[in-house]
């Protein structure tokens, strides 16, 4: 964690037992208070700190801006709601609220586990993060001294950045809760969401008040009742992973050895309630994304209709795999629709990523770009490929690759965009399940369907640490990064081979098998270990 390296004379205010003050940053500097145009307005229950000035420059220096902070506290509970206005001669590009001289404590609601004590460096946590700590912007303490568990969470009903950074300070720590506008949305003038600030006996009490406020904020329906679940996918209790071909152009298993597999998986486990999900069907897998079709070395297009005809055929389901936001620059035209709708981040910059493809142990290989599934000239590329090939070929599922990351894109909306590529996806397509990667609170309202995250290799999953808040409304199932029961292989770049080839049971996790080259042969027990899970999850859970 990097940190000024002076005081910053930024006054701060007292109210009960909160000791705060507010930062504004701009994209050229940061400022605070003016203290001797501060004035505090206070009564029981409310106080109302307002600034006619900034200062900058630690201290130094002055600026003509505006901050009004508002302080709420209910009576009931004792949290304490705070909303922040300011205003300045520049765009604003975010506000800090510090709390200070908080109780150093652990946190509970972390993935993929509790952490005990926060480290003596300090720690930032960033939402909405899909794969690794945040699924919704709340955090819960480990009991403080008098029993009650903190919290902190924000009340921005917005798909917005928040940063979460935990100061060790001596004995205690500053947490500071850090809200940016959405870069599209960015001026002079801004008005931060209520955070709200309280300590509850049980953190399940949080838990639970946070996740409806979730739902009604991005009005989530129930698994049950949800109109972008088709019937056949409520049926689900197995996914396959049937890796098909690498990025190097190894070939796992071609359409044909692929419907061998289906015709022995079918026999296993009833194919009704089984997805056969297929990463790398186009070719080399991600050096394809953006020009999807059937690939000639794996029995191009008559193959591949066999396979996805002869999957739905047995009443299973196909659900072939695309990027939503990462495409090759070779592509036919990227140019005229992929150049124009590369991911820029908030200030202005471009940013490109890659993995490790090939084990050169290098990421910059430079032929992939982060595109912006909100950009109408991707999207539209995106939406017209996927559903022509859906009316040639009827597969009943789409995943779409990396589909809950997010980003602060000045030129489009990322969360929105995402959303509006999905509905268009469905739109008359009743029975065309939509699936994604990852998951944080609102993309429940998008995919209902996801493949959980990882960390490292450790598997995390959505349903952690209060399951109602992800299994009411949403189910998830293996990443790919999950080995295959034979030798551990991945299939993909994620790890390579992983010692985990089986999901946990639980009602939000669908029982998935890695499938590669050999599988069958060398994993037979843990390919059966895991198809009597999913028997067990289709008796306990549908």
């Keep these: 964690m990097q940190d000024l390296s002076f005081h910053f004379d930024n006054p701060r205010f007292t109210f009960h037992d909160l000791t705060f003050s507010v930062w504004i940053y ?73 709390l200070h001289d908080r109780p150093r404590l652990g946190l509970l609601n972390l993935r993929p586990g509790p952490l005990e004590a926060i480290p003596d460096d300090g720690l930032i946590l960033n939402y909405p993060e899909a794969w690794q700590e945040m699924l919704t912007p709340l955090l819960v303490f480990t009991p403080g001294p008098d029993g009650r568990c903190p919290y902190v969470r924000s009340l921005d009903n917005h798909v917005r950045e928040k940063r979460f950074a935990l100061v060790p300070r001596g004995d205690g720590m500053d947490v500071e809760l850090i809200w940016e506008e959405d870069a599209v949305r960015q001026k002079r003038q801004t008005v931060v969401p209520a955070w709200e600030i309280g300590a509850v006996e049980q953190p399940e009490t949080i838990y639970a008040r946070h996740a409806l406020w979730v739902e009604n904020a991005y009005n989530l329906r129930p698994w049950e009742t949800r109109r972008d679940v088709p019937a056949w996918a409520r049926r689900t209790a197995l996914v396959v992973a049937l890796h ?23 026999t ?172 944080y609170d609102a993309m429940g309202a998008v995919t209902p369907l996801v493949q959980c995250g990882h960390r490292s290799g450790c598997m995390t999953w959505p349903d952690v640490p209060y399951p109602p808040a992800f299994d009411t409304y949403c189910r998830s199932f293996g990443h790919l990064c999950l080995g295959d029961p034979g030798r551990g292989s991945t299939g993909v770049h994620e790890l390579g081979y992983n ?44």
């Design 26 to 98: 701009t994209y050229e500097n940061v400022y605070g208070l003016q203290a001797p145009l501060a004035e505090a307005q206070l009564n029981e229950n409310e106080l109302e700190v307002r600034s006619a000035g900034l200062t900058w420059a630690g201290g130094q220096e002055s600026s003509p801006g505006e901050c009004i902070c508002r302080l709420r506290r209910s009576p009931q509970d004792g949290s304490v709601q705070v909303e922040v206005r300011a205003s300045h001669t520049q765009k604003i590009r975010c506000i800090k609220l510090t």
């Design 244 to 266: 098909m071909q690498h990025y190097t152009g190894y070939i796992f298993n071609d359409y044909a050895q692929a419907l061998d597999l289906v015709d022995w998986f079918s």
């Design 268 to 439: 296993q486990f009833p194919a009704e309630n089984t997805i056969f999900y297929l990463p790398g069907w186009e070719g080399r897998y991600y050096w394809q994304y953006g020009d999807y079709r059937p690939d000639e070395r794996m029995g191009g297009e008559a193959g591949f209709a066999a396979l996805v005809n002869g999957i739905q055929r047995r009443g299973a389901a196909c659900m072939p795999m695309f990027g939503i936001n990462v495409v090759n620059k070779n592509s036919p035209g990227f140019e005229q629709w992929g150049a124009p709708s590369q991911r820029i981040q908030a200030s202005g910059n471009r940013c490109e990523s890659s993995v490790d493809w090939d084990g050169s142990r290098d990421y910059d290989l430079g032929w992939g770009a982060m595109v912006n599934p909100g950009a109408p000239g991707w999207q539209n590329r995106l939406v017209e490929q996927i559903l022509s090939l859906h009316e040639r070929y009827q597969f009943k599922g789409v995943f779409l690759d990396i589909s809950a990351i997010w980003w602060n894109d000045p030129n489009f909306h990322v969360y929105e965009g995402t959303a509006e590529l999905v509905r268009r996806l469905r739109s008359g397509r009743d029975d065309l399940l939509v699936a994604g990667e990852a998951w």
């Design 499 to 542: 010692p985990t080839w089986q999901t946990p049971l639980r009602k939000g996790i669908i029982p998935t098998v890695t499938v590669v080259d050999g599988t069958l042969e060398a994993g037979r027990a843990g390919v059966e270990a895991i198809l009597e899970q999913a028997r067990q999850y289709k008796e306990k859970f549908l």
